[in-house]
C-alpha cells in the first residue's frame, strides 16, 4: 500500500521553509532572484562566460560560479552592480505583515 505524503503549504520563501532565520531568508531570496535575472540577461545577450566577464569587469571564474548559482559568493550589491553593468534597473518594493 502507498504511504501518504504530507504536504505543507510553503511561506513562499523556499529559504524560510528550510530553516533560515527571517532576515537571512529574506537576504537569500532577494539574491538569488537577482543572479536568476543575471543569468537570464546574459542567455538572452548570447554572452559566453569569457565575453560576460569583459562587460562586468570581473573574471571568468567569477562568471562560472554567477552561473553555476554560488549565492554565497555575491552581494545584494554586486549582483545589482552587475545587473546595472547589462542594462538593468532594480526596483525595490517593501511591504509589512498587519500588526498583531
Given at each position: 500500500?502507498?504511504?501518504?505524503l504530507?504536504?505543507?503549504?510553503?511561506s513562499?520563501?523556499?529559504?524560510?521553509?528550510?530553516g533560515?532565520s527571517?532576515?537571512?531568508?529574506?537576504?537569500l531570496?532577494?539574491r538569488?532572484?537577482?543572479?536568476?535575472?543575471?543569468?537570464?540577461?546574459i542567455?538572452?545577450?548570447g554572452?559566453?562566460?569569457?565575453?560576460?566577464?569583459?562587460?562586468?569587469?570581473?573574471?571568468?571564474?567569477?562568471?562560472?560560479?554567477?552561473i553555476?548559482?554560488?549565492?554565497s559568493?555575491?552581494s545584494?550589491?554586486?549582483?545589482?552592480?552587475?545587473?546595472?553593468?547589462?542594462?538593468?534597473?532594480?526596483?525595490?518594493?517593501?511591504?509589512?505583515k498587519?500588526a498583531?
Amino acid at each position: 500500500m502507498a504511504e501518504k505524503l504530507k504536504m505543507t503549504k510553503g511561506s513562499g520563501n523556499v529559504y524560510r521553509d528550510i530553516g533560515f532565520s527571517e532576515e537571512e531568508s529574506q537576504d537569500l531570496l532577494i539574491r538569488s532572484k537577482l543572479m536568476l535575472e543575471l543569468k537570464r540577461r546574459i542567455e538572452q545577450l548570447g554572452l559566453t562566460q569569457v565575453k560576460t566577464a569583459g562587460r562586468l569587469q570581473v573574471t571568468q571564474p567569477r562568471v562560472s560560479n554567477l552561473i553555476r548559482g554560488k549565492i554565497s559568493v555575491f552581494s545584494t550589491e554586486t549582483l545589482i552592480a552587475m545587473l546595472a553593468k547589462l542594462g538593468g534597473r532594480v526596483n525595490v518594493s517593501v511591504t509589512f505583515k498587519k500588526a498583531a
